[in-house]
């Protein structure tokens, strides 16, 4: 009884207390100065080494801004934890230099308005781009005299090409025999591996280049912890996964983990399944979740998986497969030509196989469900199908076009429905999509690519699309030197399939060797 007596007495004590402090509540509010931020663009771009110039309208509610303050910054989302202060003025003009920004990268401009006396802020957000005159365009790897250098088509309105790209840049040549160029960013969290990967088949292998200004960084031997062995290298193709990144050297799988940020090629993956020596195709497959290889070696077919071990594998047979082909074991002297996914069959695929014994031509189906082989059918592709396959120089497909192929010869290029063919058909498959003779071209190269390409609407006047090309490495005969070019064709299947040009440009190297888009 004494202790609840001694509490209720402690609380009424506080209470008394409560009662005499003063209360010094504001019930005077003043009305705020509402800023309003006009004038603006949604979109910035800015050339590195030129001025960012931005000229906002500010406008308040009580037409004063004597008590405001302003900084301007910009940010990253992905690279960088704190943001650049720009300056502190009304008007925006800073020297866009590499100390504040990084070509490239997808940067947010913002505007803060502070009210001094009241401490409210006021933002406005942009999109900024920063680039070089290197960051969008198609890079164009060729090759003058025998030896190899890069020229570059400006992403701007008189497609501007820049030529000697590398040895203006380096004072120094490129390599010889130039093989393929990728323009690779695999992690958006790790900027340095943003490049540029030049191959060609010599004594380096080609080289390791900035995307900023195709500046040198190391050779591709630097940059491949694998020993090849042989006195050239001939790096082949650059392929991204989704965690893990692949290139083919000599034949060999070489990967890296870019979700851990490595930079070097790790030595090149090991065959699980006898025999253990293998040579694959430049090409990757990409039904199910493991990029797919072809050995010509030993005419086979192999995964990297599981993807964070450094193996690779042949696939077991399915328990329904019909035994109609040996996935393991297709026989020697086999030459991949092309292949892609068939969308008949879940996860089935189409491949394009040449016996270098006879120079027949075969179309082989099947299914990976399940990481399991399960073959559909093998057929011969005779001169009645395509009477012009025999004569093609170069082959392509694309991943998210399936069915269909393209090849080129010479003189024209032909489209081909590998869905359609079966053992029962005799009549032609082969469609000419263009007469390239008639233009007075020679195909030397081709590509069957997706490209992204603006499409701007009312609503959003930055607005994209996916647009399918074909894309043609010329030469252009109506010149008598320096007859290389490029030619571009969208892939329309409205009424069938027929390509619609694009763009074209010849006359500044030699012989283009192979395409590329930059679109950072």
């Not at 509490?7 to 003043?30: H, P, Q, R, Y």
Request: negative net charge; aromatic residues 10%; proline residues 3%.
């Amino acid at each position: 009884m004494m202790k609840i007596a001694k509490i209720l007495g402690v609380v009424c004590m506080f209470s008394a207390l409560a009662g005499c402090v003063d209360d010094k509540t504001i019930d005077e509010f003043k009305e705020l100065n509402k800023v309003t931020i006009e004038g603006l663009q949604n979109r910035y771009s800015v050339l590195l080494y030129t001025h960012l110039q931005c000229t906002p309208d500010i406008r308040t509610s009580r037409n004063d801004d004597r008590n405001l303050s302003y900084v301007w910054y910009a940010y990253t989302t992905t690279t960088r934890n704190e943001a650049d202060t720009l300056g502190r003025e009304k008007n925006l003009d800073v020297l866009a230099e590499p100390s504040l920004f990084t070509p490239g990268e997808a940067y947010t401009l913002a505007l803060k308005v502070t009210d001094n006396t009241t401490g409210v802020f006021y933002r406005e957000e942009m999109e900024l781009e920063v680039r070089t005159q290197f960051t969008k365009g198609t890079v164009l790897l060729c090759e003058e005299g025998g030896l190899a250098e890069i020229n570059f088509i400006s992403d701007d309105e008189e497609n501007t090409v820049i030529e000697d790209v590398y040895e203006s840049a380096n004072k120094m040549l490129l390599g010889r025999n130039p093989i393929r160029i990728f323009s690779v960013n695999p992690n958006a969290y790790a900027t340095f591996l943003k490049q540029e990967l030049i191959f060609c088949r010599d004594e380096n292998g080609g080289v390791v280049a900035s995307p900023l200004s195709f500046e040198k960084i190391e050779t591709m031997k630097e940059a491949c912890d694998h020993h090849f062995g042989a006195k050239e290298m001939s790096p082949e193709l650059y392929y991204k996964g989704a965690m893990i990144d692949y290139i083919i050297v000599n034949g060999i799988v070489c990967k890296r983990a870019t979700n851990m940020k490595a930079i070097n090629w790790e030595p090149g993956l090991v065959l699980m399944n006898e025999p253990r020596e293998y040579h694959v195709a430049p090409q990757v497959l990409a039904v199910g979740s493991n990029p797919v290889f072809f050995d010509e070696l030993y005419g086979r077919l192999i995964a990297h998986n599981p993807w964070n071990q450094g193996s690779l594998k042949t696939f077991g047979k399915a328990d329904n497969d019909p035994g109609i082909f040996d996935g393991s074991d297709l026989g020697a002297d086999l030459e991949l030509k092309c292949w892609g996914a068939l969308s008949e069959v879940n996860l089935g695929a189409w491949m394009l196989l040449k016996n270098k014994a006879d120079s027949k031509y075969w179309m082989y189906k099947f299914s990976l469900e399940g990481n399991s082989f399960r073959s559909i059918s093998k057929t011969e592709v005779t001169a009645s199908v395509a009477p012009h396959l025999r004569e093609a120089i170069g082959f392509a497909a694309n991943p998210e076009y399936n069915d269909v192929f393209m090849y080129a010869t010479e003189n024209a290029v032909y489209s081909f429905a590998a869905n359609q063919l079966n053992a029962s058909t005799n009549s032609a498959l082969e469609v000419l999509q263009k007469d390239m003779q008639a233009e007075n071209m020679a195909v030397t190269g081709i590509q069957f690519v997706d490209i992204t390409v603006a499409a701007p609407t009312e609503s959003n006047p930055l607005a994209t699309r996916v647009s399918q090309q074909v894309r043609l490495a010329v030469r252009d005969l109506s010149r008598a030197e320096r007859q290389g070019g490029v030619v571009f064709y969208e892939v329309n299947s409205t009424g069938g399939i027929h390509l619609d040009g694009v763009f074209r440009k010849t006359g500044f190297c030699d012989r283009v060797i192979d395409i590329n888009e930059k679109y950072e």
